[in-house]
């Protein structure tokens, strides 16, 4: 509202203590409860009794004056607890409670059984002081106030705040509220509602059952107030520090409402709430503040000048008069910016005690005035720094037995202010590793299912167990040295019914390094690895999963330290044609002479032509001529970096793809029974042929590039009596790629698409003749294509597979013909696609939708023989629709999607889509 702008300032003194106090010895206050009349601003000077609490020197003193609210109540860093004597000069009982500090309470109960009082009493007029004390005072801001009767004797005033710093200041800064956040100046912001009918019904003992108040069910505040004022025009602001940070907000509701300060002009950093620190601190203009609550906010306020704070609710009236209510001004001085932390980094968190860790702290300061410093420190016995006053100095740990987390502190200061950070570095002291085997026997064993004793041969010391069961698991657990690399070996026995994609679960504690699948119908009786692995927590495992419809192992698992990291070899064919893929892989050495197979993380190859995958798959383009390539890798494991060479030749197998025409009279042709040149106009070169019997057929089979991709054409001669339905088979060696079904009555004398394919092997198109119509055979063109297109599978395409019966479904919203569904467990439908290898493909599927249909339908990925996503979808939404399955790098021209099929609901399979992405 414009009004707001017209509001002055208020002026509020709030009475700190000073309690005397020897550190290490509890701090006393003497609190008095009374009666006081407060007049609030109103065009009559309404007189309102209150109750407050006052702060006398000794019991009975009554030198102390009595505020709403309260006296605050400081309690020195160092002193151990805190007791208030308290003298009850009102008619009524009272108690002190502070929200969040532990207390021995002795609840009191009305004569009805119900709780009056959340601790002992102190009755009225008490002739020796009733005593209330809690120990081990926590830091942080709260809240005191009556426990008897709290949602009566608090709006009546009785209650104040607490205060306990973390830390004690120096000449910079008051003090740290918590840990690592110190402050300036703390401002006190108590907002409180006065209803004017439950003031006088309470002082006058008409409040309760059968009385003319019954209950705070009817209250209707008139009066808002912060730290006991209403606001006026004319008030005083309050001192709040100056700017650039440093300011302290303690922010208390102990009104029955929420309440939302807002502060214009800033924001405010919230960073405990009821004397809790937040773990992430948060930065707001506005704060919800619910009754009874505390919150302790920072504020760096951006220059000098004075800053409005009021309840965004709009508790903003004196009596339903505006320009009043829950309004107060912060004066802001001239100050410097504090400097700011902004991320403390330890790396690695976890380290060995024979390792180091490199600590790193980011900071800002806008204005100085001196360059940023930084100190370090490390507990007492925690360790060392290379140099505690630089950003990131390295830190080294302490020899220890176990495992210990050292809390590092870095102060970061401009010479006027300074920010305060921490960081956790987890110690473990360093064990020797050894060799261990875990057998199916052993108690580091458990199990979900019933894994049955198996009757094959080969086991592992007295015998191995098997199910076939979904969600049977057997897990073999073993207490490793952490920080250590080392080589995880199976062993199971073989037999015919034999999982061939057994799932592994390597894990170091609950995190999960690996899932490697393993064909246990070959390599029984013996160790087979499942690869290398550093364990950093003490904790390893390996969990084999049951699959139905065969049967998995569980047998023994075996964990062999390998020591440093010594060497890579990569191993690789020495040539590889163009527009083919070759495969490379490496070996790793360790210090203890073992080698293994391993995947390294970094795979390159130094030519344009050529590009390999993350598993060594060499994927070679087209060359003019012999290009030679040197395939690079590099392999870590546990902080150490190995690397090789390979060197490896690129092939011309043909030269760059171009155009080729096949003619009918071509020596590239062949054919099955009588075809004769034919009189129709419009042929390709000299002439064309046609036939009509069953089991006649024309091949032109061009010379191609293997591994291009091409358009495929046919150009035929038009007479009455042509087939409509001409069917031309597009094959890739002995693979049906398409059929095509062309109308020769139509578009004679011209070339007509078929298709895009790309040829792996001889290509071939056959021209298929029919009885009853002739069939012309002419000439076929294939066109080079550079960039790859899109391609659609349908169910019904002779690149399709399927296992098991898939029956055709009467869903309507089908891709092309129909589609098709199954429902046993083991069925599945494979799409494959020949793609142009290196490329990214969006990957769609088609389905149509049936109240039977499967919520997670499996669709599996793959290039070649490497599963790239396995991605479920639910088939009761989106049909008659594509679905996009993600966007996948195919690195070999096979490209395929399997659907699988699930028992207890239908599964469709309709078709598949890939769309190039550039």
Known sequence: MNDMKNLTLVLMTVVVLAAASTPGFAVEYFLRAERIIKTVPDSNGVAIPMWGFAADSSFDANDGQVTVPGPMLTVPVGDPSLTIHLDNNLTVPISIVINGQNAVMTPVRNPDGRIRSFTHETEPNNPAPVNYTWANVRPGTYIYQSGTHPAVQVQMGLYGGVVKDYA?????????????????VGVPLFFSEIDPALHNAVDTGNYGPGLAMTSTIDYDPKYFLINGQAFVPGQA?????????GTLLRLFNMGLDTRCPLLQGSHMKLVAEDGQPYRYPKEQYVVSLPAGKTIDAMVAFPSAGTYPIYDRRLGLTNAQATQGGMLAHLDVGPGNFWPVINSVSATPASILDTQTSQLLVSASDTDGPAPLSYSWNVPLGGGSLSDPTIANPVY???????????TLTVTVSDSLHIDVANVDVTVTGYVPPVEVIVDNLDAETSSVGVWSPSGASGFWATDSVWANDAGDSYTFNANLAPGNAYAVYGWWTAWSSRHTAVPYEIRSGATLLNTVNMNQQANGGQWNLLGAYVFNDAAASVTVLATPGASTCADAVRFVPLGTLQSLTITGAPTVYEGTTANCAATATFSGGLSLPVQPQVWGVDVAEASISPIGVVTAGMVAADTPAVITAEYTLNGTTVSDTHNMTILNGGGVPVEVIVDNLDAETSSVGVWSP???????????????????????????????TYEVYGWWTVWPSRNTAAPYEIRDGATLLDTV????????????????????????VAVLASPGSSTNADAVRFVPVTTPVEVIVDNLDATTSSVGVWSPSGASGFWATNSVWANDAGDSFTFTANLMPGTNYEVYGWWTVWPSRNTAAPYEIRTGATLLATVNVNQQLNGDQWNLLGTHTFTEIAGSVTVLASPGSSTCADAVRFVPVP
Not at 168 to 184: F, H, L
Not at 681 to 691: E, K, P
Request: charged residues 5%; negative net charge; without cysteine.
């Open 678 to 708: 034919s009189g129709a106009a419009g042929f390709w070169a000299t002439n064309s042929v046609w036939a009509n019997d069953a089991g006649d057929s024309f091949t032109f089979t061009p010379n191609l590039v293997p591994g291009t």
């Open 168 to 184: 004690a200041g120096n000449d910079s800064i008051a003090g740290y509220v918590y840990q690592n956040i110190p402050y300036e």
């Open 237 to 245: 602001a309050l001192s709040a520090g100056t700017s650039g940070g």
């Open 741 to 764: 079904n062309v109308n020769q009555q139509l578009n004679g004398g011209q070339w007509n698409l078929l298709g895009t394919y790309t040829f792996t092997g001889t290509a071939s």
């Open 396 to 406: 080294t740990p302490p020899f220890i037995a176990g495992t210990q987390t050292y």
